[in-house]
């Protein structure tokens, strides 16, 4: 899969977002934030530089993530085990610019954020991992529900939340949809389903 990876952060290095890419090659359709923020952080317009190592720089924030969350400590048995899991995952991710990894790391994070004390600032942390989780990929289901049980549990207990973080999710769907409908004709693609008509430039479903 790593070909379709590296040939959508140039395209959008080079061209930016294009209407109707998914008619010239499939894969290209599902470039994600995650790319975006590749391309954007390539340093491309720098002769003789390429920067490709985001997802290896993930890795560096989460390592001092779990250090900053105590991961010294004896009775963080728990974070050091996910550290060691997401350290042995994330090494086939570290030489193509996969999704994949930030994906699984911000699922990491958010299920470790639950198991600490609870509080309004744990909802607003998840939130925003799931936030842009999703963003990253549509398929990001774990985190998916788990805002949406978190999402059910702030109604019932009424914890408050900014209104800033409702904004992020609502911002970050919008975002995707509108994404999706100017590369491919289809708000929730790869799904073929459109239910706004069909546009001049949607992918055939075929």
């Given at each position: 899969?790593?070909?379709?990876?590296?040939?959508?952060?140039?395209?959008?290095?080079?061209?930016g977002f294009v209407n109707g890419?998914?008619?010239?090659?499939?894969?290209?359709?599902?470039?994600?934030?995650?790319?975006?923020?590749?391309?954007?952080?390539?340093?491309?317009?720098?002769?003789?530089?390429?920067?490709?190592?985001?997802?290896?720089?993930?890795?560096?924030?989460?390592?001092?993530?779990?250090?900053?969350?105590?991961?010294?400590?004896?009775?963080?048995?728990?974070l050091a085990l996910l550290l060691?899991?997401?350290?042995?995952?994330?090494?086939?991710?570290?030489?193509?610019?996969?999704?994949?990894?930030?994906?699984?790391?911000?699922?990491?994070?958010?299920?470790?954020?639950?198991?600490?004390?609870?509080?309004?600032?744990?909802?607003?942390?998840?939130?925003?991992?799931?936030?842009?989780?999703?963003?990253?990929?549509?398929?990001?289901?774990?985190?998916?529900?788990?805002?949406?049980?978190?999402?059910?549990?702030?109604?019932?207990?009424?914890?408050?939340?900014?209104?800033?973080?409702?904004?992020?999710?609502?911002l970050t769907g919008l975002s995707?949809?509108?994404?999706?409908?100017?590369?491919?004709?289809?708000?929730?693609?790869?799904?073929?389903?459109?239910?706004?008509?069909?546009?001049?430039?949607?992918?055939?479903?075929?």
């Amino acid at each position: 899969d790593g070909y379709y990876y590296i040939q959508t952060v140039l395209w959008f290095t080079r061209e930016g977002f294009v209407n109707g890419i998914s008619n010239l090659l499939l894969p290209l359709g599902l470039g994600s934030s995650w790319h975006v923020l590749d391309a954007l952080f390539s340093f491309n317009f720098i002769d003789g530089m390429r920067f490709n190592d985001l997802n290896g720089l993930l890795v560096l924030v989460f390592f001092i993530f779990c250090l900053e969350n105590g991961l010294q400590k004896k009775q963080h048995l728990l974070l050091a085990l996910l550290l060691a899991i997401t350290l042995v995952v994330s090494v086939p991710f570290l030489s193509a610019p996969s999704p994949d990894l930030p994906v699984i790391i911000f699922t990491v994070m958010a299920f470790y954020l639950i198991t600490r004390p609870f509080g309004s600032r744990t909802v607003v942390d998840v939130l925003v991992l799931a936030a842009f989780g999703g963003s990253v990929k549509l398929s990001a289901v774990a985190l998916a529900l788990l805002a949406a049980v978190l999402i059910s549990y702030v109604v019932m207990k009424k914890t408050p939340v900014p209104e800033a973080v409702y904004f992020l999710l609502f911002l970050t769907g919008l975002s995707l949809i509108s994404k999706n409908i100017f590369q491919t004709g289809y708000p929730f693609y790869p799904y073929a389903w459109s239910g706004i008509g069909e546009l001049s430039w949607a992918t055939p479903p075929e």
